[in-house]
């Protein structure tokens, strides 16, 4: 039911600047340093969709539960949270993280194959969190480990941030009076408010990612995230 309601209305065809720079990065990943593997949260196989869409040879495998070996040469794609292929057999092996009684089973589980997998990736490599809030109590208690284990290294991951917009700001004060409050002011006083307001909360974020080694990439729109990558990646070789 699930699978079902996924793809319902999803074009794994449809063209996204994001998926595919992430695709150009994933070329070659047993010969290139580039990229070590992927970690996704999502169930559904659009990546491994438009990587077997390219007129490229890129060995991938989806690891989704214990003993799922690769090959020296295959790019792992790992689904942390389970794995729903819109177009193959599901059997017991497609075990999805969805709903409360699920997150609290793995959470509890310091030891299970997926959280092993995110305290090695996150204590040995350089990681850019793309579409993550870092909210998620899990992955926060992993990045935490991972930073004690590799002793507080200067070694950082990034994560991308959306700058919050003045209306956004607005929308998130507790009570009317407030925003009537700021609407009071003069247009000066009111734009120099509100700016002081966006980097009080831009400086927290920063410092929240930052305790768990994550620094933030700031961006004013989504659509300036494929640009970047391709400039870490050109930058890369």
Known sequence: MVRSVLYSEVDKDQESKLLNEIVRICVAPGKSPNLDSIITYNFDDILEHKLDKTNMEIPYKSIFGIG????????PIYHVHGFLPENKKLDKSNIITFGESNYHEQYSDI???NNIVQINK???NTCIF???SLTDPNIRRLLDIALKQKGNSKEHHYIFKKKIKPEYLLEQLDTQSSVDDINSLNNKDKNNLIELLINIHARFEENDSASFGVKTIWVNDWQEIPDILKKIRESAV
Not at 68 to 75: G, P, Q, S, Y
């Open 68 to 75: 799922m070996d690769i090959k020296n040469d295959e790019l």
């Open 111 to 113: 030891y299970s194959w």
């Open 122 to 124: 996150f204590r040995e």
């Open 130 to 132: 793309i579409g993550s």
